[in-house]
């Protein structure tokens, strides 16, 4: 078992910034794909970014690209979103996810093998 929990989540202004970061405890976490997903009412989770257990490869969703970075410490066992250039819709629930057999490209919700408890992202206009 890999336990995720999330924290960083928060109100911001539109244009502001936030970083998320995601704990991560149970089995070898270092050897996991680590990534973000996210929900706003009413829509399908959706992915946001993913990187590598090596950090070798990473994949952002078009929506994202160029505003947030994902990374990850494995000696802390934790992963980070940075959040920058934030805009009213990508107002959201925030997942991390963990995904053992991810190492780059696509990454559906239904491969993840854990998921945290998700944290509320709000940006106002």
């Known amino acids: 078992q890999v336990q995720l929990v999330e924290s960083g989540g928060g109100l911001v202004q539109a244009g502001g910034s936030l970083r998320l970061s995601c704990a991560a405890s149970g089995r070898t976490f270092t050897y996991y794909g680590m990534g973000w997903f996210r929900q706003a009412p009413g829509k399908e989770r959706e992915f946001v970014t993913g990187i590598s257990w090596n950090e070798v490869s990473t994949n952002y969703a078009d929506s994202v690209k160029g505003r947030f970075t994902i990374s990850r410490d494995n000696a802390k066992n934790t992963v980070y979103l940075q959040m920058n250039s934030l805009k009213p819709e990508d107002t959201a629930v925030y997942y991390c996810?963990?995904?053992?057999?991810?190492?780059?490209?696509?990454?559906?919700?239904?491969?993840?093998?854990?998921w945290g408890q998700g944290t509320q992202v709000t940006v106002s206009s």
């Open positions: 996810a963990a995904n053992r057999f991810w190492s780059g490209g696509d990454w559906y919700a239904s491969h993840s093998n854990y």
